[in-house]
């Protein structure tokens, strides 16, 4: 007589021969299969009931995303390399103090450019004063063709940039063309059009470049340099104007 391998699942046990071909039993959200060893037994709680709204949310979640990829796709292949370098001049301007931090214009600053990523922030000292970075790109890192071959991302106050294949760009320049700039908006007004800007867009910032301080030490200032990269590379632009092209 055959012996037979007990599998426990919920509610009763099943019951099957080990001569028989392995086979799955399905029972409540669970399965189990046979085993060639008389006594062994393996379950898998494959998609119990109270898994399934995270599953269905995750999956919105993916899709949501290559729609927004998409489009933000769509929008850079509809737009125009941006040739022109970001204006910057020297300025002598006293500090004025915003939410208890003191803020000196260094520069005045104007840069249009296309609008590669935009990250949102609600945590942190930074984000007393700057809700949001925009990855900003001219010159070659405005180009759509180049840019299809790139992936942009943000996150931490960085901005990074990776490739499957060698860029037809030297690297040195792509990051050479391109900005991660931390956005401190000057009024509501500006606040509410920059939380409102898209990636793929072009757009027109005018503002200054800042040194930020605070009396308890904290301190935060803006890279004065098109040209450096790690940290403190980044802008910190008190923007007093947004326009959307």
């Not at 890279?223 to 007093?240: I, N, P």
Request: include cysteine; proline fraction near 7%; aromatic fraction near 8%.
């Amino acid at each position: 007589m055959a012996e037979h391998v007990w599998v426990r699942v919920p509610v009763q046990r099943v019951a099957v021969a080990q001569e028989q071909p392995a086979a799955a039993v399905h029972m409540q959200g669970f399965s189990a299969f046979d085993v060639s060893t008389p006594h062994e037994a393996v379950s898998h709680h494959m998609f119990p009931q109270d898994l399934r709204p995270w599953l269905v949310a995750i999956l919105l979640v993916s899709l949501g995303w290559c729609v927004h990829q998409r489009n933000v796709e769509h929008r850079l292949s509809l737009t125009a390399p941006v040739p022109e370098l970001p204006l910057q001049k020297s300025v002598s301007l006293a500090a004025f103090e915003r939410d208890g931090y003191a803020i000196k214009p260094v520069a005045s600053y104007v840069i249009r450019a296309n609008l590669l990523s935009t990250e949102r922030y609600r945590l942190g000292r930074e984000a007393d004063l700057s809700p949001v970075d925009f990855a900003l790109g001219w010159g070659p890192m405005s180009d759509n063709a180049l840019l299809q071959t790139l992936s942009v991302s943000q996150g931490g106050r960085w901005f990074h940039v990776s490739w499957a294949q060698p860029p037809s760009v030297e690297p040195l320049l792509l990051f050479r063309s391109a900005a991660n700039t931390h956005i401190l908006p000057a009024d509501d007004r500006v606040r509410a059009q920059v939380l409102r800007v898209r990636s793929g867009e072009v757009v027109r910032l005018k503002g200054f470049l800042v040194e930020v301080t605070h009396p308890d030490g904290w301190h935060w200032s803006s890279s004065l340099s098109r040209e450096d990269t790690g940290a403190g590379s980044c802008e910190v632009m008190w923007v007093t104007d947004v326009l959307v092209e």
